[in-house]
């Protein structure tokens, strides 16, 4: 009998055993499947997500009060975090700043006092001449230029701007003053730097006086013509020159007659050198130009590409013709140095104006 108690428990254990498993017992396993994973993966993963969010807030909130930022103005750059893998950018680069600040307005923010004490906190409410612009937020006031609308250009003005416009005064008076909705374009072009511009359409059209003025919403949609192969850094070097009646190709000797001048202006490739007094010189004459940069000695032959004049003085474009490698790298240096030491002066207040050298 016991035999047979037995026989029978195997049986029903078998019949179960070999049973087809129910809609409940393929949900029960599945569902402990995936709880398993969310605990042991999904969970580990968000939580150190948000603790590398966390760090990453932290750091930019330390960094920001660092630089005078307080906690309400550090929150409000925040929402920008997404622009940018690294959000110390938005303190640290004036065009992730101004992109942060364009999504915000877009957004509907309206505390323009707020950004402008933001953007003076971290010393951008000045660019230095050799940066950049990234924004029409960074056109300077009375910035002259022109209008260009249905196929004619109109000279124009910067007038005036805030966060969400730039106004631009008409000059000229066009065949058609522009009305709402019209497209123009505004070309300026900016000293040691490049030619700028961009277009949009009219928000609405006032009168100042007697010039029209026409109100633009701004735009990071900046496109400059580089007007030079590489950058001019401005200067007051003393230099000796000699003036060549003839064109010259290759440099024999030194020239023993110098006159005294200032180079206001240098690059790997030229220089603008200056004389206090009227000299003959004219485009396409070659120049013997001596200079010392930060005690290095220069002795370069050049070509004139153009001439400016006034009653007292005269300068001129000078293009190197015979530069050695060495002294090109050493100019290089020097304006990378320059613009380091700069950068530095911007950041901390004591922004000076090219070099002092």
Not at 96 to 118: A, H, N, P, T, Y
Not at 171 to 195: N, W
Not at 324 to 329: A, F, Q, R
């Amino acid at each position: 009998m016991e035999y047979q108690g037995g026989f029978e428990t195997f049986k029903e254990a078998t019949k179960y055993m070999f049973k087809t498993p129910s809609l409940e017992d393929f949900l029960l396993v599945f569902g402990g499947f995936f709880i398993a994973i969310g605990f042991l993966i999904v969970l580990p993963y968000l939580w150190s997500r948000y603790r590398a969010i966390q760090n990453l807030k932290e750091d930019f909130f330390n960094l920001g009060l660092s630089v005078g930022l307080d906690r309400q103005e550090l929150n409000i750059l925040w929402k920008c975090a997404s622009i940018t893998k690294e959000p110390a950018k938005i303190i640290h680069s004036k065009a992730v700043f101004e992109r942060c600040i364009s999504k915000l307005v877009k957004e509907g923010f309206q505390d323009f006092e707020r950004i402008g004490i933001m953007r003076k906190k971290l010393r951008f409410d000045n660019l230095p001449w050799f940066l950049p612009l990234s924004s029409t937020r960074d056109i300077d006031l009375y910035q002259t230029g022109f209008i260009t609308f249905e196929k004619e250009a109109y000279s124009s003005a910067v007038w005036g701007k805030n966060e969400l416009e730039i106004h631009i005064a008409l000059l000229d008076t066009p065949a058609r003053i522009p009305r709402e909705g019209d497209t123009v374009k505004f070309s300026f072009l900016r000293e040691g730097d490049g030619r700028y511009y961009f277009q949009g359409k009219v928000l609405r059209v006032y009168r100042d006086g007697t010039k029209y003025v026409l109100v633009l919403e701004h735009t990071d949609n900046l496109s400059k013509i580089q007007l030079r192969d590489s950058l001019r850094w401005k200067v007051k070097l003393p230099a000796k020159v000699h003036i060549f009646k003839e064109k010259v190709f290759t440099l024999i000797e030194e020239p023993e007659e110098l006159i005294p001048a200032t180079i206001e202006d240098i690059s790997t490739q030229g220089v603008r050198v200056c004389f206090d007094r009227l000299v003959d010189i004219k485009e396409e004459q070659s120049l013997f130009i001596w200079f010392e940069l930060k005690g290095y000695e220069i002795k370069v032959l050049g070509t004139v590409k153009n001439v400016r004049s006034s009653t007292t003085r005269v300068c001129a474009g000078v293009k190197f013709e015979n530069i050695s490698k060495g002294d090109e790298d050493f100019i290089r240096k020097f304006i990378i140095e320059e613009q380091r030491e700069v950068l530095r002066a911007y950041k901390t207040g004591e922004l000076k104006e090219g070099s002092s050298s």
